[in-house]
């Protein structure tokens, strides 16, 4: 399979602990993007990197929240002290370059209980 | 205030009842426009991309059109695996190309 892949799948944890997500883009993708998506609406925008360089973060991205890209390859979400409000599906998309819109992961469905 | 509203929210459909999604978009100076499919507990799944006035896309039983203030997404002959939510979006003005502003979506559900 050569999509891009997100790890874990799903993800439970009690309110305050801290999680960290896995996304490894389509290969050669030197673009790499973070969103999130709630029941009933569609995906929201995050963060972008393109190669190891973060540089777009939405105003969703709290200080909770932090996204790195390590030599440009995968990247990781962590989400510190975890709320019942961060309940979601976090996912990642990947594009080349000189494309517009992007390729979607099969996402980490996380649960704040 | 919402840059992207799609309509209906949901669709019924009879196996062959051919139909049309719409969604509608109010960012100025278009950079594209992008058509998802998404299955349930899985992430979006590209279809197309529209970027001027009059531009056509097909893809088997899927046709996307754009004019200057929407979309459309005509499905010919669908059939029950067409049975998804179907995501439209914009590229956000001032962002990168892969920074989409998504409408809510249109779940489509299609019998046999």
Known sequence: ?113 | EDQVTQSPEALRLQEGESSSLNCSYTVSGLRGLFWYRQDPGKGPEFLFTLYSAGEEKEKERLKATLTKKESFLHITAPKPEDSATYLCAVQAPGGSQGNLIFGKGTKLSVKP
């Open chain 1, 1 to 113: 399979d050569t999509g891009v892949s997100q790890d874990p799948r799903h993800k439970i944890t009690k309110r305050g602990q801290n999680v960290t997500f896995r996304c490894d883009p389509i290969s050669e993708h030197n673009r790499l993007y973070w969103y999130r998506q709630t029941l009933g609406q569609g995906p929201e925008f995050l963060t972008y990197f393109q190669n190891e360089a973060q540089l777009e973060k939405s105003r969703l991205l709290s200080d909770r929240f932090s996204a790195e890209r390590p030599k440009g390859s995968f990247s990781t979400l962590e989400i510190q002290r975890t709320e019942q409000g961060d309940s979601a599906m976090y996912l990642c998309a990947s594009s080349p370059p000189r494309e517009r819109g992007a390729f979607f992961g099969q996402g980490t469905r996380l649960t704040v209980v």
